[in-house]
């Protein structure tokens, strides 16, 4: 497979020079020389091959070619609203989620949350999108979205999107359960005349769990209880296993 590097800011065909991680990633890391063709993506659906064509100590310049626009996956989106783990296990849980196909993760802070994520661990979340994005060909990045209380991902996402709530003791989170929930979304969205695909968005608690109000509270607000099975799971691996639910009930429709 050829190497896929992200670019910022104007991405057309002709000359471009790139410098930063990028360059250092291409020229050191991967040690791309001049002659090489590279991917260049801007992580908005637009790739393009290029050819490396002069390197300096701190720049690369390519001759890039026909940008193309990859055509945006139809179908439902799935989403992750999680507190974010700790550090390397937060990394571990973004890369899986770009892997997966996850539209964004939405940082949750709820009364148990032990991590706080400040901006720069969220930028470096971000680098970890655009590492897995360029090891898995994926062409637009996932979003991540700014940290939100409980409350407020409720009063934003419910009852428009089908928003799951992993507990323990509610029904089992399978494929039947998601072409079930998608569908009635749909329907819903239907009679409203909505434009766009409903998004499934599955909420998981921080290692504590939810509190009794928090899971009451999403209940009112129109949210389902799904169980992941009889053992529990770490946030991150509850997530994963819900991402891969989600993505197998897709290739059984
Ligand atoms: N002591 C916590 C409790 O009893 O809720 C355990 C929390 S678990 C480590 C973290 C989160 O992952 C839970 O709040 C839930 O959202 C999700 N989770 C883990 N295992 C689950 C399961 N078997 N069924 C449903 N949700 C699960």
Same mark, same amino acid.
């Given at each position: ?43 908005? *659906? &637009?790739?393009?091959?290029? +050819? !490396?064509?002069? @390197?300096?100590?701190? %720049?690369?310049? =390519? ?73 898995? *060909? &994926?062409?637009?990045?996932? +979003? !991540?979205?700014? @940290?939100?209380?409980? %409350?407020?991902? =409720? ?73 992941? *099975? ?24």
């Amino acid at each position: 497979m050829v190497s896929r590097f992200v670019i910022q800011g104007d991405f057309r065909s002709g000359a471009l020079v790139l410098d930063g991680p990028e360059f250092h990633h291409m020229v050191r890391v991967t040690r791309h020389q001049v002659g090489d063709t590279v991917r260049l993506f801007d992580g908005t *659906g &637009r790739e393009a091959d290029a +050819e !490396l064509t002069f @390197v300096t100590r701190h %720049s690369a310049t =390519l001759a890039v070619g026909n940008v193309e626009t990859i055509p945006e996956a139809v179908g439902p989106r799935f989403s992750v609203a999680i507190p974010l783990p700790k550090a390397s296990r937060a990394g571990w849980l973004i890369e899986k989620a770009v892997e997966l196909g996850v539209s964004r993760i939405i940082p949750l802070k709820t009364e148990r949350s032990v991590v706080d994520p400040r901006n720069t661990k969220l930028d470096t979340l971000r680098q970890c999108i655009i590492a897995a994005s360029k090891q898995c *060909g &994926r062409s637009r990045l996932m +979003e !991540l979205s700014p @940290v939100v209380s409980w %409350s407020e991902f =409720l009063c934003r996402e419910c009852p428009d999107n089908a928003v799951n709530v992993a507990h323990p003791g509610g029904v089992p989170f399978n494929s039947s359960h998601v072409a079930q929930s998608l569908a009635e979304a749909e329907e819903q969205g239907r009679s409203q005349k909505k434009k766009i695909d409903p998004e499934m968005i599955v909420a998981i608690g921080p290692e504590g769990g939810f509190t009794i109000e928090e899971v009451t509270q999403s209940v009112t607000k129109g949210a389902r209880l799904v169980s992941l *099975g009889p053992r529990l799971l770490r946030v991150e691996t509850a997530a994963v296993m819900m991402a891969s639910v989600f993505l197998s009930a897709q290739f059984e429709s």
